[in-house]
């Protein structure tokens, strides 16, 4: 049995498909208020739930000099904003406990990234804040290991928790296994599908490349098994993204997706 898990207005096992979505990065206030407030639109439209997704640091960046974001800050007065003018929850991440308490303040999920999902200090200190803690899955994680993940931020007394499949490495490549989405729902624990992530491509030259192109094939698969919900990367130019370029689902492009993934689901629920 899937625990409900609610963030705001959007809940967890209750008969719909919430969307996690947004750009990668936080690249500008103008360019944030715009993207969560034309996602919103199409969300509304589809009745489907909706969370407002952008990191403040993209602290696992290839190179050195990428860009990385505005500082905390600065990034979570943009996200407070997102919140009071768009009026939908919002999400980031956290890569060090001591940031939990500060950017709790703010968003309504705290995300733990893939590569960080084993950090018992961050785990705890993000449950701690009693605010709902999304666990990206690594992709060097088998999915039945997700419930030590999920064990150590329940630890603190904190069960709003949910856990997200974005594929496994495969070789120097990611393969999405969807019989990892059962098996991480054993845990009791809603599973997100991360479609966009999941069509990476790591280690092209300097940066990570993708294929976008695979995004619905994946997003329409993970529905069908019967994910809890859906996070996707959105960009209204992808291309000029400053982050995750080659991964980004344009923005003109997510309504047709979105209708499809909501027919699929229906069909299977």
């Excluded at 199409?42 to 739930?49: A, V, Y």
Aim: hydrophobic share 40%; aromatic share 6%.
């Amino acid at each position: 049995m899937t625990k409900k898990v609610t963030v705001d207005k959007v809940e967890y096992g209750a008969g719909s498909l919430p969307l996690i979505a947004g750009p990668c990065v936080i690249e500008s206030r103008e360019h944030s208020l715009k993207m969560a407030e034309s996602i919103r639109t199409i969300t509304d439209s589809l009745g489907m739930p909706f969370i407002y997704k952008s990191s403040f640091d993209k602290a696992n960046r290839t190179e050195t000099n990428s860009f990385r974001g505005p500082n905390i800050d600065e990034g979570l007065s943009i996200l407070s904003e997102i919140k009071k003018e768009i009026d939908v929850p919002v999400l980031t991440d956290v890569h060090l406990p001591d940031q939990c308490s500060l950017v709790a303040e703010v968003v309504d999920v705290l995300q733990i990234p893939a590569f960080l999902c084993r950090q018992t200090d961050l785990l705890i200190s993000a449950g701690e804040t009693g605010k709902v803690v999304n666990i990206k899955k690594g992709q060097f994680l088998a999915p039945g290991k997700m419930i030590f993940a999920a064990e150590k931020v329940s630890s603190s007394g904190n069960e709003n928790i949910l856990l997200t499949e974005r594929g496994t490495s495969f070789g120097y490549d990611l393969v999405s296994d969807m019989t990892a989405i059962p098996t991480m729902q054993t845990s009791g624990y809603p599973v997100i599908f991360d479609a966009t992530h999941s069509s990476q491509i790591p280690g092209i030259d300097s940066s990570t490349g993708g294929q976008r192109e695979m995004i619905p094939i994946l997003a329409k698969s993970a529905v069908a098994a019967g994910c809890d919900g859906l996070f996707m990367e959105v960009h209204d130019n992808p291309e000029l993204a400053k982050s995750d370029a080659s991964t980004q689902w344009p923005l003109d492009q997510l309504e047709e997706l979105l209708i499809l993934v909501k027919k699929i689901f229906d069909s299977v629920n």
